[in-house]
């Protein structure tokens, strides 16, 4: 095992689909506080619904169908997201599939907290060890 240690800045990434878009921006208003504290990156049109109806500025990436799920899954890869939070609609086939399935997959090979809805969403953002830093066990593969 390796330890990766996570500041307590925390490098959040924002995914959501498009029946979920809504609901992640309702989310993101209620923690509008908690998430000014940390950066923001997220998948295209996430990120500019939540930039165009809050104060918050993420880092804009592709859209999750042209790229942005691999582009978040690289920079976790790489150390660069602390947390993820993918609200997904379980509902809906998603032509990316495999790039979203290759998304959660990542996640959990490189330990990264991971809320695929609203209340682990919240879970994680009352979490004490969000705003500390954190030594995460990552296996050597």
């Known amino acids: 095992m390796t330890n990766i240690e996570s500041p307590a800045i925390?490098?959040?990434?924002?995914?959501a689909h498009d029946n979920m878009k809504q609901e992640m921006l309702e989310w993101a208003t209620e923690h509008e506080i908690e998430l000014k504290r940390h950066i923001l990156i997220a998948t295209g049109s996430t990120g500019k619904l939540i930039a165009d109806n809050t104060s918050l500025t993420p880092e804009r990436l592709r859209?999750?169908?042209?790229g942005g799920d691999q582009q978040i899954g690289a920079r976790i890869s790489d150390g660069g997201v602390d947390v993820l939070l993918f609200f997904w609609d379980p509902l809906?086939?998603?032509p990316h599939d495999p790039d979203i399935r290759a998304l959660l997959?990542?996640?959990?090979v490189w330990n990264?907290?991971?809320a695929?809805?609203?209340a682990s969403a919240d879970f994680?953002?009352?979490?004490?060890?969000?705003?500390?830093?954190y030594q995460r066990r990552v296996p050597k593969y």
């Open 92 to 94: 809906e086939p998603q």
């Open 10 to 15: 925390k490098v959040i990434a924002l995914v």
């Open 63 to 66: 859209s999750g169908p042209l």
């Open 112 to 114: 990264i907290p991971v």
């Open 124 to 133: 994680i953002m009352s979490s004490p060890l969000l705003g500390a830093p």
């Open 105 to 108: 997959r990542i996640a959990v």
């Open 116 to 118: 695929c809805n609203r």
